[in-house]
Structures are given as C-alpha cells and as structure tokens.
C-alpha cells in the first residue's frame, strides 16, 4: 500500500532518506528506531510502519527488531519509570527476583506500562554502581541493595512521595 504522509518529524524522515544513499540502508534500522524513541518517548505502530515504509523492509522486521531489544518500549512510559539494572552484578545479586516482585506488584512485565499509566518496567545495562547491587532505579532516584521483599513499600513511597518524572 502506498504510503505519502508521514507523522514523523521532518528531520527523522530526512535522516531516514539519508540512510537510503548508503549501503545496506536496512542495517540503520536500530538508529532510526532509537531516534524515534527519544523523540516520541517509544514506538507507536503508526511510526513503526511509517519506517518500514521509508526505509523499506517489511513491518515485521521493524517490529521484530522492537520487541527483541529490551531497551525499546512500544507504549508511552508511565509517569514512574522503574528501571531495574540486569547487569551481571545485579543479576548476580538477585535481580531477577527483583523484577519478579516488581512484575507481581505492579501486574505488568518487562516493557509494559501499568493501566493507569503511572508506571512503567523496563531493563537495564551496567549502571555503573555494582557496588549497589541489585540496583533500582524511578525517574532519577537511585535505590540499592533492594530485596524482594522492599518493593511494594518502594511502591508505596513513590505514590505517596508523588515524585516528578
Ligand atoms: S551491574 Fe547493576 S549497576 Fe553494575
């Protein structure tokens, strides 16, 4: 189906007909996406196709590519985003069960946004502070050493504290 107006940003679709003058034009594909992300805050379906369109490989390709890589979301982040580092020292350290209690609380898996939009989980890399292992991060606070058993009073601090994204 052809395809004429684009939603993107102007300089996205300008980056994206760049892309086509060089070789293997397909294999920016992750940069665009990540363009897309910072700009919109995650990958609608509407801007997926429209890549797909102009950079032409099948949807399924873009959309494969989004929902392998764990750093790209495809629903608006919640108003708190929890970002749980799996890092090997984190991981080491348990964080695995860390985001199980996280996914139970908030009824919500990796990637995904609670219903009511406030939060949304996703995974991290290394952020540099193992020491801190398991580490947790919400919008900018940093928690360390968390347990399991800290997360619904994590929860419950962040509702109440009403902290700002
Ligand atoms: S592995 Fe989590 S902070 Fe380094």
Not at 76 to 97: E, H, N, R
Not at 109 to 117: A, I, K, M
């Amino acid at each position: 189906m052809e395809q004429t107006t684009y939603t993107l940003d102007q300089d996205i679709q300008d980056f994206i007909s760049n892309c086509m003058t060089l070789e293997h034009p397909e294999s920016y594909l992750i940069a665009v996406l990540h363009k897309v992300q910072g700009r919109y805050g995650y990958l609608s379906e509407k801007h997926m196709d429209e890549v797909a369109h102009l950079l032409q490989v099948p949807t399924s390709t873009v959309f494969g590519v989004a929902t392998f890589y764990h750093f790209f979301r495809l629903k608006p982040a919640g108003k708190f985003k929890i970002s749980i580092c799996l890092g090997t020292a984190c991981f080491v350290k348990g964080a695995d069960l860390v985001l199980d209690a996280f996914k139970t609380e908030l009824g919500c898996s990796l990637g995904d946004t609670t219903s009511d939009g406030m939060f949304s989980l996703e995974g991290t890399r290394c952020l540099g502070v193992c020491a801190l292992a398991p580490v947790v991060t919400i919008n900018e606070q940093v928690f360390g050493n968390v347990k399991p058993t800290q997360v619904s009073e994590i929860l419950n601090k962040m509702k109440e504290a009403k902290v700002e994204a």
